[in-house]
């Protein structure tokens, strides 16, 4: 890698299951370009390739013009929920073969005696016990002998495994031990891969870091493969700029740490959208923002205060939990897809079921019969039926009013077809928009925040579309519509930070005595992290750490997690937590003793951030026309603007219709609608 | 219904959701390990009638939608006058609180929601507090005689009088507490519960109008009722009669009786309980008030909810269902009973409810779940003085088979859903280490659809003078049953230093003292399995051996099926099939059960128990205790696991007919 990131122009690339969207910066000029190119879903790479090739001839760029690529992937999550890994086995402390069955021994519902557990991603077969053993301070109980290991890798090469991983008990605590065991199972087991769960991430809970290990064996075949035919085909087009993968945390890594760690990389593609918007929201000085990303089959959100969203350290991947440190992201309904229906009782019902891309909306003419969530927009009028996709693809408004008029008629509407459709339509919106509000209320309630004191920040298809409702139902004052709203995946990647995540679990009270082994293990896992900086990146160049640890008080039953400063010292670290525990309980104890359970690190290495450009200024824009939308039981006149016509100081009032080739922004009556310096559209109540 | 499809279908969704968010609301500012790790403690909202509207779906307890506020809301109303904006009451009194609290710990806060002066809603919630006082820490022991001995009994009093606490309440609360604190801190969250369901019932009414929030309370308690009488109506007409036993009351030797006829009429249920045990001198009784009470209409909730999973959680689900529960007996005892540990024979009733609708609903309802939880706790002495007492794993077993599905192995959510504790947590706080925490192969029972397996966990004891705590053990003696055929899972079983010269084989333990070096061995039961061991598909016993859930001797033995070197033996195996004698039973409780019923059968222990009624209260459970043991003592030791000769449980009938006759 000759080059570094910076010196071209930087690509950010996001897979999705129907479009890849490209995102090109160009640090010259600032100047952002942005692409589609239908998705390969059988093989990525090539609508990834095809569309690079597009993109540049388009722009007139050669190959060597790139600087860095930043591309997300999704191909880890599809293998983990649709069970299409890698032929694994597991290695695991004698006692402990069931450690996957189970898990955490609850089931998905309590009051469905029909629901079954989730499936093993090892079955019990391919699971081996070996006498090797730690305790709780981390000292070696048993250790196994020659013989035992060599009966361990027979067993193994008689499975036949494409991967492995290992688990110890108590391994977390002295992660060299499973280290030294891989490598002597792996020589005698024909140079087996074993992923060993303390090395990987060495946290207390043999559960979860087992799963940690296991999702990494599981994928790590099939991402090797992946990336490596993606860099053959980058060097076949003369594109030697490095390629990062972005990450689960908001960040990204060199490719080659991707490889040896694809499971940080399963979440990558919603955290990269809220990334994207975190730093757009940072740029417009907006305070804190939930994003709201509502595509094809549901909606997702995120909350950011300052300018690191939230993350969780406690994610389910299909059925699995995931300790990872990922971008919080909760789904909160339905998508454009859903299926507006009727239950046998009565009840005008949205989703879960979806029509997804095939059949789709009834208005998509592919075959589908039941009408979704997008053919309301198109009844509604919000969405022009000759516009979708800039033009691309005709929508059949007639059909899709003729569907919601059905559903109209079985919950004893009357009245025109046009008339039962709206109001049907109209109808469906406010059950979709209330279960989203209600759902956004819960995400926020477990957080102790109000979401008055957020602006909504929309992307995603549908999310521009959507968020005006959204915001008045839940009473949130203020929308943030960003200009590239339907490729921002791509955009968050092209903007991307290195950043990889580091724990140790240390479990001790915070004494006078303790407290320097806190000071070394803050400073392992900085050494650890600046190693990993400076073979992703070159040494010497700028970068940061994130401090964490997860305290409690002696005695409770549950951690917090508490965010560190660089001030390390015992009282500092202390006083951190004591107010944290005072912002979500409301005291403090000045008495008890404190205790530190697993201490966290990130490893930051910033990426120049994206120029914004700035668009000319437009006080009165033109409309290109006018359209009827239906609104609180009436139609009503909307006007219909241009994206591309809008400039800094433009002033809407609702009723009024945006729309961009990827998607439409709906600005209600009672809401005036500003485009900034940066081209966002900031929608608000108007005084009353 | 008064609302139109799209208003009701919102106000469906937001109230549930209300609940949801007090729930997640208390969660998080709540502090002890019952809110924070078993999520012991529901919200809900109640309308004008005291009945729940809206209960969470996904998280706190799952199982007390049937509740009812009303007499307890009347009980303070006819002692303090009428509820003003900002009361809160509380309570925890079983008896006064007519079944709202179910035992002493769970607190319950009930706060009248107003609305231009009048009361619109009523939010509800309860956690499940550290200590109460009474006899034992923590307050619960089934060896607990009388609610006296159970802690402190608040009636239903104001916690808080126009939203200022009143002081004396709490006095009494912090004297009767050994955990004083920590149960304040409880009531803060919960205050804090309420306080987020009361901003949200106003939201609700500046959005949609206080009318159309009370016919929401009536409409969607009315939608919930037509849709579990669909359900309901889906079940063939008749009555189906089940039986079960726990096998004893904790403080005698004496197994506990459960009986219910299970009564479907044009999308009705009745329970009719008739048949079961008088109350126990134990604390094992379920305060039901005789009333459709959460703990008896556990399994009919969760069938409505497994069949039609669009139904809203409210008290309409309960609409359907009428109880029959004869007053003085474990399922309605009287005042004073004991019933801190109601859970236990709660998960017997749950067995009992799935056996009575699994006669009528062969293809929907699972055989026997493990039937058991049993919280395995370690007290060990602390070198600076005291004890460290601390779970080691909560132990359950499997789910039944059923139908086309195997049980699933080493879980079950039939009566709670808790999460277990990582090994490597509770060595880092306790001095044991945890030899092995695994499935129990063999265990599932056979059947066409194998059983889930129980669980086995053994561990090592490095402290001297430390002892184990192992209550809720069950199904020792009493197989969980199986199905259509198909064999019951194996019986529970409790083993120190197992594979050593000094093993011994325990039964039931209260709490036993261990020394250092000792291991434990607690083997959870497997579940029932469904359907004729001998129409397995083979290649699915083959999958079982080669996972190591099945061994190659039970292959063979349970299943017919003869493994040679993890490869069928085709020919061995039909021929082995072939000659296999049946003997299938519909419901097979195990040999056991079998010899008990042989000396009491079902219908002399109705009997029985029928004129146990007649009796003075005070004076049925010596009577009972009386005939049995004149019963067993003309058995033979070792008795029922040791069956009886026919003509000693010929004896034993005529015996026991003898003294009915009495």
Known sequence: MDQLPGAGVRIGIDVGGTFTDFVLSDPRDGRLAFFKEPSTPDDPSRALLVGLNALLEREGLRATDVGALMHGTTIGLNAIIQRRGARIGLIVTRGFRDILEIARSRMPSSFDFHATKEAPLVPRARIVEIGARLNARGEVTEAPDADEIARVAAALRALDLDAAALVTVNGYANPAFELDLCQALSQQAGGLDITSAAAIWPEIREYERTLVACLNAYIQPLMQRYFDGLLAGLAERGVGAPLLVTASNGGSLSVGSAAARPVDTILSGPASGVMAAVRLAKAAGTAGIITFDMGGTSSDIAVATGDTPELATRTDIGGLPLVLPVVDVSAIGAGGGSIVWVDPHGLLKVGPQSAGAAPGPVSYRRGGTEPTVTDCYLTLGYVDPAGFLGGRMPLDADAARQALARVGAAIGLEGSVEDVAAVTADGALAVTTAGMASALYKTLAERGLDPRGFALLPFGGAGPTHANRLAEEADIPHVVIPPAAGTFCALGAAGADLRRDFVRSLRMPLTEETAPVLAEAFAALEAEGGLWLDAEDGVGKPRRFARGADMRYRGQAYELRVNLGEDLDRAAVIEAFQREHERIYGFRDGEAVVEVGTVRLAAIGPTPPLQTPVVAERPAPEPKGVRRIFHKGAWTEAMVFDRAALGAGSVLTGPAVVEQDDTTSIVLPGWTAITDLAGNLHLQRQAQ | ?662
């Open chain 2, 1 to 662: 219904m008064k609302l139109d499809a799209v208003t009701l279908e919102i106000l469906n969704n937001k109230v549930a959701a209300i609940t949801e968010e007090m729930c997640l609301t208390l969660q998080r500012t709540g502090r002890t390990l019952y809110v924070k790790e078993t999520a012991d403690f529901a919200c809900a909202l109640a309308g004008l009638d005291g009945r729940f509207f809206a209960y969470p779906r996904s998280i706190g307890v799952s199982g007390f939608v049937g509740l009812e506020c009303g007499p307890t809301i009347e009980a303070v109303e006819r002692t303090a006058g009428p509820l003003a904006p900002g009361d809160v009451i509380l309570t925890n009194d079983p008896y006064r609180s007519v079944g709202l609290a179910t035992h002493l710990p769970d607190l319950q806060l009930i706060e009248p929601y107003f609305h231009d002066g009048r009361i619109v809603a009523y939010g509800w919630c309860f956690v499940h507090c550290s200590d109460v006082g009474g006899r034992v820490p923590s307050s619960i022991s089934p060896l607990n005689s009388e609610i006296f001995q159970e802690g402190l009994r608040i009636p239903p009093v104001k916690l808080l009088r126009g939203g200022v606490l009143n002081p004396e309440v709490k006095l009494f609360l912090d004297a009767n507490s050994r955990t004083p604190e920590a149960n304040f801190g409880d009531i803060r969250a919960m205050l804090a519960a309420l306080g987020a369901g009361r901003r949200r019932v106003e939201q609700v009414i500046a959005q949609h109008g206080a009318e159309t929030l009370l016919d929401a309370q009536t409409d969607l308690v009315a939608f919930a009722e037509a849709k579990a009488r669909a359900v309901l109506r889906r079940i063939p007409e008749g009555t189906y009669r089940f039986s079960d036993y726990l096998d004893d009351d904790a403080a005698t030797a004496l197994p506990v009786r459960l009986a219910l006829a299970l009564t479907i009429a044009d999308g009705t249920v009745t329970l009719d309980f008739t048949g079961s045990d008088p109350q126990v001198a134990t604390a094992m009784n379920i305060p039901s008030h005789g009333r459709p009470h959460a703990w008896l209409t556990l399994r009919v909730l969760a069938l409505v909810h497994t069949l039609d999973k669009t139904v809203p959680l409210n008290a309409g689900l309960l609409g359907p269902v009428s109880i029959i529960a004869p007053k003085g007996s474990i399922v309605n005892p009287q005042e004073p009973a004991a019933t801190g540990v109601r859970h236990a024979a709660a998960i017997r009733v749950n067995d009992l409810l799935n056996g009575a609708f699994g006669l009528a609903l062969p293809a929907v309802m699972p055989a026997a779940s493990s039937g058991t939880v049993i919280p395995v706790v370690v007290a060990e002495p602390l070198p600076q003085g005291g004890r460290n007492v601390q779970v080691v794993e909560p132990m359950i077993g499997g789910t039944g088979a059923r139908e086309g599905h195997d049980g699933v192995d080493g879980r079950d959510s039939g009566i709670s859903n808790l999460a277990n504790n990582p090994v490597e947590t509770v060595e880092a706080e306790l001095g044991v280490e945890v030899l092995r925490y695994a499935l129990r192969p063999d265990s599932g029972g056979a059947g066409r659809w194998r059983g889930g397996c129980g669980m086995e966990l053994t561990f090592r004891i490095e402290t001297d003078g430390a002892s184990v705590l192992g209550r809720g053990m069950e199904r020792l003696l009493f197989r969980p049953w199986g199905r259509a055929g198909a064999r019951p899972g194996a019986p529970g079983a409790l083993i120190i230093n197992r594979g050593r010269p000094d093993e011994r084989h325990l039964g039931k333990i209260d709490m036993l003292s261990v020394a250092a070096g000792d291991t434990v061995t607690f083997l959870t039961p497997g579940a029932g399995g469904w359907g004729d061991p001998l129409l397995r598909d083979v290649e699915a016993v083959r999958r079982d051996v080669e996972n190591g859930f099945v061994s190659v001797a039970a292959a063979r033995a349970d299943y017919g099926v003869v493994l040679v070197d993890g490869a069928v033996d085709v020919a061995a195996t039909k021929a082995l099939r072939a000659a296999a004698v049946a003997e299938p039973r519909d419901v097979d409780f195990g040999p056991e059960r079998e010899a008990w019923d042989a000396a009491f059968s079902p219908e002399f222990m109705g009997r029985l128990n029928l004129r146990l009624l007649e009796a003075p209260l005070e004076a049925r459970q010596r009577m009972r205790r009386e005939v049995l043991e004149r019963v067993l003592a003309t058995l033979p030791e070792g008795f029922p696991r040791r069956p009886a000769a026919p003509a000693a449980a010929d004896a034993a009938r005529r015996t026991l007919e003898a003294a009915l006759a009495e």
